[in-house]
């Protein structure tokens, strides 16, 4: 059964970085970690290496395992792969949850985002995004400007892949 990120919350930053997870996504992780020894919390890859990104995208270890598994496809000589390796593990960290349902964002990736006493946990599927409630509503979300160059009728449906086909 896959499992996806859904939804959008608010939630408040503690001094020490310490913010709470919302629930459904810690019951993703969870399921989503299944490797980990018993008995231990689960873990989330939290990667923060493009600039031109004000939020901090968060895997599940099974999704991130996806990516390494493509990454691991790639040809040795392939010149993006340096700049892919650096991105999914150099500019990225593995955060444990905590045994209240906290993760622990450092100074590091609160300044990298500009959270400052709460953040904004948004579900994008595979995948969830943190970041600052005061972000660029444009950056964080794209279905306005999206919906804005649709003509007036159609449907954001008619735009999934499927749908496409049937129309093309």
């Not at 930053?13 to 709470?20: E, F, I, M, T, Y």
């Amino acid at each position: 059964m896959k499992q996806r990120f859904i939804s959008t919350s608010t939630h408040k930053v503690d001094a020490k970085g310490r913010v709470s997870i919302p629930a459904e996504f810690r019951r993703v992780l969870d399921r989503a970690d299944p490797d980990r020894e018993p008995g231990t919390n689960p873990r989330v890859h939290v990667l923060y290496g493009d600039p031109r990104e004000p939020w901090l995208t968060c895997h599940s270890m099974a999704s991130f395992d996806e990516i390494a598994d493509l990454l691991d496809e790639m040809e040795e000589n392939d010149p993006l792969l340096p700049a892919l390796n650096a991105y999914y593990f150099r500019h990225a960290d593995t955060l444990t949850i905590d045994d209240s349902g906290r993760l622990i964002l450092t100074r590091a990736l609160r300044d990298r985002v500009a959270v400052d006493g709460e953040a904004v946990f948004a579900g994008m599927g595979k995948t969830f995004r943190i970041h600052s409630p005061d972000a660029p509503q444009e950056s964080v979300d794209p279905l306005a400007a999206l919906l804005g160059t649709l003509p007036e009728g159609t449907s954001i449906a008619s735009l999934l892949p499927r749908k496409r086909r049937l129309v093309d």
